[in-house]
């Protein structure tokens, strides 16, 4: 049995990246870079002012204070361009050029005008340089701003645009089919009849699929009969780049998900991972290269073991540079039981402290089935293998659930 890392590892492994795709920048969120993305100016393009005041010599001002004649005025996308001379100021606003001859900025809430307007007394010296952000002082034409592997996150499209891309080289969205089985199913808007529950994992795992970027086809629900399993995923691996089921991955005798994909030859990777919850959890590759992911049928099961593995694969086909759920710090607030042969992935919430330090709770739940509780859960908390308790106040390794 593989344990959580060399599982994720088999997954990133296996999991080839999907070809390039332009896109228009207005749709480029969420996506991840084919490219790298290269500054075509100097950033600012001109020494700009931070302020609104006035551009001056430093030296005219040592002897504060001082008059100057204001001769021009320099404001954003329309700026002064002569030279300024000795005895000479510019009223000068935010994100203006400074003109040529003047080495600093003094803010306008130290100076202010005389004569209509034609004198400006400013109160105070300057140091030279003073509230001026040089030409190319934030990036220069021709450096790499980001690489390719990145997501593009808000602030990324903003640099996109700045350096005028319109259009933008980024991986293409895998197509994920879900597929739930379970006899006992039935969907939405229905109202469970005798011993039937609503199928609720088709959601959560649609939701995590596409929060990591996919493309999500809904399949119908599945009963526990393999030879209907094995046709609706040959079918759907038709269309999909991936397969994420539900169910039907334990010991139990209504257990088909394996059997279907041993009917349909699959290359199966593994079968078992050393997890809590999530043990049975199955990855395999169809004949025809779709890659699909077995999960337990357990709701919390199904969001571990989503995020550990699925989303992996997701985000390695898209070219992400890390692909798997990042593992962080935090101290644990209550103690935690573990178990002796596998790694636990425990529900928490995290916050932090008034020392700043990121602090887990553990959740109070009733084991995999208790989707209820785990809802507001928003980390894991990760239990080693072999570890029986973490007391209170330790350090633990936890990964946010992403949301
Ligand atoms: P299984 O792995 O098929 O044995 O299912 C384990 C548990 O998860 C059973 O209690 C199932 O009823 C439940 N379950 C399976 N599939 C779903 C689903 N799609 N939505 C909600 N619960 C499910
Ligand atoms: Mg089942």
């Known amino acids: ?35 790298d993305v290269v500054a075509d100016s100097d950033l600012p393009p001109f020494n700009r002012s931070q302020m609104d005041g006035y551009a001056v010599r430093a030296d ?28 000479q100021a510019v009223r000068i606003m935010t994100g203006a050029p400074v003109p040529a001859g003047a080495d600093s900025v003094q803010q306008v809430e130290l100076a202010h005008e005389l004569k209509d307007r034609t ?140 059997s279907a994909l041993k009917e349909l030859a699959a290359e199966i990777f593994f079968e078992r991972v050393a997890l809590r919850p999530g043990k049975p959890t199955v990855f395999a590759r169809l004949p025809n290269g779709a890659l699909m992911f077995g999960l337990p049928g357990n709701p919390v099961s199904v969001s571990v073991t989503f995020n550990l593995f699925a989303r992996t694969a997701l985000l390695a086909m898209q070219g992400a540079a890390e692909p798997a759920l990042k593992r962080e710090t935090a101290l644990l607030a209550r103690e935690l039981k573990g178990t002796t042969d596998r790694e636990s992935y425990l529900p928490a919430q995290l916050t932090t402290n008034d020392d700043g330090q990121v602090v887990a709770f553990p959740l109070k739940w009733g084991g995999s089935s208790d989707f209820v509780a785990f809802a507001v859960a928003t980390a894991l908390i990760i239990v080693p293998a072999g570890v029986k308790s973490i007391k209170s106040g330790s350090l633990v390794s936890v990964v946010r659930l992403p949301n």
């Open 1 to 35: 049995m593989f344990s959580v890392a060399e599982a994720i590892q088999i997954v990133i492994q296996q999991s080839a990246t999907l070809a390039h795709e332009r896109v228009e920048l207005p749709h480029a969120r969420g996506r991840v870079l084919a490219q």
């Open 60 to 87: 005219d001002v040592r002897y504060a204070p001082v008059r100057l004649r204001i001769v021009g005025e320099s404001a954003a996308g329309r700026g002064w361009h002569n030279q300024l001379e000795e005895g």
């Open 119 to 258: 004198v400006v007394e400013l109160l105070e010296s300057v140091e030279p340089g003073k509230a001026i952000v040089k030409r190319g002082a934030e990036i220069k034409a021709g450096e790499v701003v980001s690489n390719a592997g990145t997501t593009i996150t808000p602030p990324i499209m903003a640099v996109l645009a700045a350096f005028g891309y319109a259009t933008v080289d980024v991986f293409r969205r895998p197509r994920v089919g879900v597929l739930a089985t379970g006899t006992e199913l039935v969907s939405v808007d229905q109202k469970p009849g005798q011993d039937q529950i609503r199928d609720s994992n088709n959601y959560s795992i649609s939701a995590y699929a596409e929060l990591a970027g996919a493309v999500v086809e809904r399949l119908p629900l599945t009963g526990d009969e393999t030879s209907l399993l094995q046709r609706q995923i040959a079918d759907a691996a038709e269309r999909c780049d991936v397969i994420v089921t539900s169910g039907g991955v334990s010991m139990g005798v209504y257990d088909m998900t394996k």
